[in-house]
């Protein structure tokens, strides 16, 4: 649900807070005034999932000074913006686990190849030079729009085939690829579009439409699925098809929208418009072996790969668990329940965690909060191993687990993105947070795929158990990295 990269999630939406080019402006400033630049250090206060974008490359001189923001007001396409960028990586990650798990496929294929559709996040960084150098970002935005409405549609045509699971599978891919370039794409125009003072003015709203974004997808939808399957009985692919549709129409018209309302910025180009020095490869390649170079990179790679390997597994069967029938282990709610309690309940819990630490941390630094972070995301995976041994039957101690286990996770994931941000800084942070994020997303990956072969050899109990133990590489990485006692303080 939320962990994404999950998508996933905790500062604002696209990821955590950017480190931002602190590059004077322009001397020309009569017809384009700019305030005083001055040195910002990223502020975790407005915390989010976020699976979280890859950054935009920062922005130069002309294109803070110059971003055309005329025509259209922010408040008209930011949230609609931001909404469309959680959507799709919600229904990838999250509602399609749910719709497999209703349509009989079994955990360990569910866990397995749904684990795949992590991959376009992860090596989103190889690709995002050619969303750079060729063409808008706001045509690549509205290309990757259509490209997700179309891939919903198409999810929806699939689930009356015979062959449904490996259709729909093909289909959720290529609507991951849409998704993760339009991450990259939408990131860069807000830049583009917004002049720093207004970048930082939305940050919240960002925030706000992801978080909106997952409740929409995993809570409204799946309760939506829910009450079709009680309608049409015997039929469940009948009901998610009627649902995809939904979707896909939703989407159609935020891409219709944004084809009219997003703005035009005069910065907004391709860099082969630059001249030819802009398609050597040569720069990327070594800004992308700089980060390779960066002193403890082992510690730092470990760190990135481990510090959820626990929460790569819990994630990809939290919903089987909750979905399953109680002679089966799990606690047989119905799937407008778990729209309720996971979908719901679960992401303002791990909103309201994700802003409380992200608070704490700027007003303590990460140093000092780092172990209080370290035992929040791990600690509270035990309400797990408590829900399957009692398989409580009322909804109200289930979403109150549900809700525990999930603020415990936006505050602890707070940690991780910003000392990811820590790691990023030099001269090339938007290209090392970028690659950060594609290891964030890698260490989500790789776990999940073995977790539902695990799950059916263990059952549900012992399941939890082993989770709980995973947690050990977490607590071993987070005593072996560095971090500067003053980092991520406000006013440090």
């Not at 866990?111 to 063409?135: D, G, H, N, R």
Request: charged share 10%; aromatic share 12%.
């Amino acid at each position: 649900m939320r962990r994404f990269l999950d998508p996933e999630c905790i500062f604002p939406v696209g990821g955590p807070p950017r480190p931002r080019a602190s590059t004077p402006p322009p001397p020309d400033s009569a017809t384009h005034p700019q305030p005083r630049p001055t040195t910002r250090r990223p502020d975790i206060s407005a915390a989010s999932p976020s699976p979280p974008p890859t950054p935009p490359p920062a922005p130069s001189a002309a294109s803070t000074a110059d971003a055309s923001t005329r025509g259209s007001s922010p408040w008209t396409w930011v949230p609609s913006l931001y909404f469309a960028q959680g959507l799709p990586y919600v229904v990838a990650m999250t509602v399609s686990v749910v719709m497999y798990k209703r349509l009989g496929v079994s955990n360990t294929d569910i866990a397995l190849y749904t684990s795949w559709l992590y991959l376009p996040w992860v090596v989103k960084p190889l690709w995002s030079p050619i969303v750079e150098l060729y063409a808008t970002k706001r045509a690549w935005t509205l290309a990757m729009q259509l490209a997700v409405t179309v891939a919903l549609g198409g999810v929806a045509f699939a689930l009356g085939t015979p062959p449904f699971f490996a259709l729909t599978l093909a289909v959720f891919w290529a609507m991951a690829l849409a998704s993760a370039t339009h991450d990259i794409a939408c990131d860069g125009f807000y830049m583009l579009a917004l002049p720093q003072r207004q970048q930082a003015a939305f940050v919240g709203v960002r925030s706000t439409f992801y978080r909106l974004a997952m409740i929409t997808g995993q809570g409204a939808f799946v309760i939506l699925a829910g009450r079709l399957e009680e309608r049409f009985v015997g039929d469940p692919r009948h009901a998610w098809a009627l649902t995809f549709g939904a979707l896909a129409a939703l989407f159609g018209i935020l891409a219709l929208w944004h084809r009219f309302i997003l703005p035009r910025p005069a910065t907004d180009r391709g860099a082969l418009t630059e001249g030819p020095a802009a398609t050597s490869p040569v720069p990327f390649l070594t800004v992308f072996a700089s980060f390779f170079a960066k002193p403890g990179i082992g510690v730092i790679l470990a760190f990135l790969l481990l510090y959820r390997f626990a929460e790569a597994q819990l994630v990809k069967l939290v919903t089987p668990f909750l979905l399953d029938a109680r002679t089966e282990g799990g606690l047989g709610l119905s799937t407008s329940e778990v729209g309720v309690a996971y979908g719901t309940v679960g992401v303002l819990a791990l909103t309201a965690g994700g802003l409380l630490g992200g608070w704490l941390i700027s007003r303590f630094g990460l140093r000092r909060m780092l172990w209080v972070c370290v035992l929040a995301i791990h600690l509270p995976d035990a309400v797990f191993v408590w829900l399957a041994w009692a398989q409580p039957e009322s909804l109200a101690p289930v979403s109150t687990a549900i809700a525990v286990e999930q603020f415990g996770y936006g505050f602890g994931f707070a940690a991780y993105l910003l000392y990811l941000i820590m790691v990023a800084e030099g001269p090339h942070r938007t290209a090392h947070y970028a690659i950060g994020t594609g290891f964030m997303a890698l260490g989500m990956m790789i776990p999940g795929m073995f977790a539902g072969a695990l799950q059916e050899r263990l059952g549900y109990l012992q399941f939890f158990v082993w989770v709980m133990a995973s947690t050990v590489p977490g607590f071993v990485v987070a005593a072996l990295i560095r971090v500067d006692p003053e980092f991520g303080r406000k006013g440090a």
